[in-house]
T-cell receptor
Framework: GQSLEQPSEVTAVEGAIVQINCTYQ??????LSWYQQHDGGAPTFLSY????GLEETGRFSSFLSRSDSYGYLLLQELQMKDSASYFC?????????????FGAGTRLFVKA | EAGVVQSPRYKIIEKKQPVAFWCNPI?????LYWYRQNLGQGPELLIR????????DSQLPKDRFSAERLKGVDSTLKIQPAELGDSAVYLC?????????????FGPGTRLTVT
């Protein structure tokens, strides 16, 4: 089967750095995505890692280790507007083609 | 560039009634997804289309749910009859099929309440 685990909640202070971890168990692993979702809003794509290593996009970075079935999202210089839910999502290939499976999400609270 | 459009944004119906949701994906996006999202959970795939073909409907409860994507553009998701447990946000997403990056663009969703 396919499963993803990420912490349910994380709290951090404005201006700080926070890391949201994601571990997965899946066959046919292809890549790991991260999405941000504000309350009442639509999920918004942040990043995608298919290869091991760190991908940086502004204040956000995403890391993948395929051998450890592990990835994380790193948010730097936290701002109040970063308070949202963050979902990791695995892209996997098996019978029936590609499939995207989302984790349950990590709710990030940024405090002043 | 216009984003993914969904309507209605909110819908309240009584159980056993039918309901339909509409989605217009980003122009040129061949892949279209319908997801269901319960409160505090991640999106769960209901059906995926490649152009007008439903290529993955393994998680669609086919006894009450149906979907179509006419001419490979707009799509409609229907529930008939609705049950209390169907209360959720129904999200539509689209993706350009070219390239390996799994970058999906989501619409604002339809929040369904079944009473």
């Amino acid at each position: 089967g396919q499963s993803l685990e990420q912490p349910s909640e994380v709290t951090a202070v404005e201006g700080a750095i926070v890391q949201i971890n994601c571990t997965y168990q899946t066959s046919g692993f292809y890549g790991l995505s991260w999405y941000q979702q504000h309350d009442g809003g639509a999920p918004t794509f942040l990043s995608y890692n298919a290869l091991d290593g760190l991908e940086e996009t502004g204040r956000f970075s995403s890391f993948l280790s395929r051998s450890d079935s592990y990835g994380y999202l790193l948010l730097q210089e936290l701002q109040m507007k970063d308070s949202a839910s963050y979902f990791c999502a695995v892209r996997a290939f098996n019978t029936g083609g590609f499939k995207t499976i989302f984790g349950a999400g990590t709710r990030l609270f940024v405090k002043a | 560039e216009a984003g993914v459009v969904q309507s209605p944004r909110y819908k309240i119906i009584e159980k056993k009634q039918p309901v339909a949701f509409w989605c217009n994906p980003i122009s040129g996006h061949n892949t279209l997804y319908w997801y269901r999202q319960n409160l505090g959970q991640g999106p769960e795939l209901l059906i995926r289309y490649e152009n007008e073909e439903a290529v993955d409907d393994s998680q669609l409860p086919k006894d009450r749910f149906s979907a179509e994507r006419l001419k490979g553009v707009d799509s409609t998701l229907k529930i008939q009859p609705a049950e209390l447990g169907d209360s959720a946000v129904y999200l539509c997403a689209s993706r350009a099929s070219t390239g390996g990056k799994d970058e999906q663009y989501f619409g604002p969703g339809t929040r369904l309440t079944v009473t």
